[in-house]
């Protein structure tokens, strides 16, 4: 039994330390770096699988760095939402691949510079899978910086001016969060005495002063709020996720945004299980700033020619989505939401990942400039074709178990209008993909040499049509994500008498 | 009795196949039509080996897997989803001829025919859907499949078509997905196995707006007043995609949804003891007259058939609003009894386009003289339509009046009356022209269109006529509807 924990510590110091070393293994050459990079990612996906399969068998468990005893310790616990690790090495493993040839095509940076690319690229895997197993609220704060800090580097690593002032915005914005998050972190240090969650929730319940408690769960919604480009704290995310390289606009998209998500809620948990707030309002606020989101960001879409800036914007959406599952805190609303963390990161990487492939092959970046190319371009185009058919939800892809759920869950909290308000939302998003698939097959190409490029190389198809695959059946197969998501969404709601 | 059998989930999956090896090795003709072909007829035969065990009352049931708890994909072909099946395949392979003979020419055939395919195997999944949300997957996948081929011609006409035809069936498939939300919120099922899952113990207001989301999505593609506009638009399509549309899988898919809301989802007693269906009643009657009004003036030949075929699909709606067994008969069997004279009609149009260039109804002077098979089916269709006995439409047509006495809605036989003098009003002349005016040239020799275009044509002809006269088509059945009404009235 012990010595399944210790894959546990493994999967959060292997990228870590591989990040350290990824410079110094390729003093000699720079082609080393991404195969120790793919090494370090190989090792810390089996130590993921190992801990998902436990958790699967045996339900959540820790892990005690030390042998301390939690309230003096660090914890590290696994639980059901700890099991989007699969993701994070999974898509952390193919942006890996996929910048093989990607970061080689950037023309502004320096080529000595790219094994520094890859060691940020690890440290943010890293500080994602420190962040989703760790049980300790200090810890929490520590990984949500390393990655942070890395996610802002890696936006400005194209060396371009705009890639300069869109990772400054990010950062500002950024910043602020990080703050709030560690205020509020000493906030409830300061009520308790503690910074293990499970620890905090229960001292919390007899806290002398509520007021203190309830600035602290405001200040880290909102910071969570910002890493989650939440509206009306969004303003970050379309500059920093279209501007980024394609497979870290994955990444980021993909991935760190939800690590706002997954913060919410693990506080939600420190909140209801304490019982001293009542959560209702807040609920409220949230769902209706995902509803918000949703419209927005769909809306912000269709006026998009930029490819990228499409989908980060679509990004927005689907963030709403999933706040909006969450604030309605009912049990389908609350899988459905949850699904959706892990769907739409396989989704937005497909889509990121086929926008790189175009813009790699063809060196445009626009609607117009890319008519035409599912021609030239067949595997990319379906690609993204089939990633665009999930966003919008069509059964039986991927994107459809939220909708289906969420609304579900809308009608289960008795506020009906939210469940129309997000599938007639979603056919807003439908607007400007269908666009998207206008341009690429039906529209004469605006530059003729277009229908002459190749196919991306395997490197970077590989890693697209693996996703596009995945976006396909994860739909059929929503019994894998459901059976980690429905104990968990059970166990967030049971203090509530949910 | 139920049969666990694999074809319910083979027939879809067999025309999937084939669909995509269209796409893969379509650029060489011979294998594209090799595929195309084997994906209609495979289809057909899968679905015709369940024939004898339909008639005899079998039930084949598959489950696929649930991919959440109590959602899930399965299929179940029922008598009304055979009959759906049986006649929707049928003409697939037909239009399938004639689309290959259409296309000879046209760029971008390897999309167009996967596509084409992929909409033969979304058709039949359709019929055979034993859940509302199977039902809902293919109906969307049909949306989608479609979309290519409504803008095939790549004009900025068709792109608006298109546009039009998404923005109208995406919204009724969203009210669709809300509905079928409500219903598993207000029963924990999505079966479409039973004869009704809602009850009345589910308050009032929800039933109604469960009704008013389910019916008002699937009327969209049904075509029913006010939500036809997509339709005539959707004729800039080439001939074979318009006659997929207004015949076999698009229209049909939103009637075929209708029947299976009223019979399966709510049930005839449930909908008797709130009277949702009087309303509905009510505007599919108004469709069946203002469509054809609208008809008599469309001089764009397709456009004129277009809008009978808005009035024509409300039969259907009417049949099933009506809550009689008869009128119930009526509205199934007005699936083939549409189907085979309008597509007979649409093939008549796209040959002559093909042979002559000409679209509209006053350039047709004599054309019968030059192309005397293809004018003589339309008339047969014609016929249909204007109900005369021997005819399939004349069966509907009896069958939807006995339907109305029985239910005592004496207005549906006014309808019935006024609609047929409107049908005849504008397909009498449109006959007239082609027969009894003489062409505008002295050359009067025949020159008709080529046997690929002109087989399937006479073909469905044919069928209209066999359709009026026997009850028992191979093929074809009539029982099969009375099966299906048996079942839903517990009879």
Redesign the interface.
Known sequence: MYDWAHWLPLAILTPLLGAVLTPVVSLRSRHVAVWWSLGVMTVTSVAAAMLIIRVALEGPFSYLPGGWEPPYGIELRFDEFSASVSVIVLIGWLAVLYSLRYTEWLREVPKQRIPYYYSLLLLNLGGMIGFVVTGDLFNLFVFLEILSLSSYALVAFSGEHIAEMAAFKYLLMGAISSLLVLFSIAILFGLTGSLNMADVATRLSSAESVAPAALALGMLTVGFMVKAALFPVHIWLPDAHSIAPSPISAVLSGLVVKIGILGMIRIYQIYNTAGVIDMHWLNHVLVWLGAISIVMGAFFAIFQDDIKLMLAYSTISNIGYIVMGLGLSTNFSIIGGSVHVFNHALIKATLFFAAGCLIYRTGYRTLTDLRGVGHSMPLTSIAISIGAISIVGIPPTAGFLCKWYITLGAFEAEQPFFGFALIFGALFIFIYYIRMVNAFYFQAPTHPEILEVKEAPASMLFPTLFLAGLCLVMGILGRIPLAFIEPAAQRLLAPLGG | MEVYDIRPILAPTISLVCAGMVFLVGRNKHWRRFWMLSAAVLKLVVVMSMLPGSLRGIVYVFDM?????G?G?GFRADALGMFFAVVSSTLWLFTTIYAIGYMKGEGQRV?FFGFFALCVSTTVGLAFAENL?TF??FY??LT?CT??LV?HD?TPEA?RAG?KY?TYT??GG?CI??GA??V??ATGTLSLSQPGILSTDISYNTLALIFALLIGGFSVKAAVMPLHGWLPSAMVAPTPVTALLHAVAVVKAGAFGILRTIYNVFGVDVLEDVGFTIPLAAIAGFTIIAASLVAIFQDNFKRRLAFSTISQLSYIVLGAALLTPFAATAAIVHIANQAFPKITMFFVAGAIQRKTGKTTVHELAGIGYRMPWTMGAFSVAAMSFIGMPLFAGFITKWYLSLGALESADYWVLIVMVVSSMLNAAYFLPIIYLAFFKAPPGTEMHVDEAPPTLLVPILICAAYVIILGTTAQVPGMPFSLAEAAVHFVFGL
Do not use: G, Q, S
């Open positions: 897997i649930d991919f959440t708890p959602i994909i999309r949300l809902f997957i969307e996948m989608i979309y290519p803008i790549e792109f546009r998404l995406l919204i969203a997905l809300v939300v409500m598993f919120d």
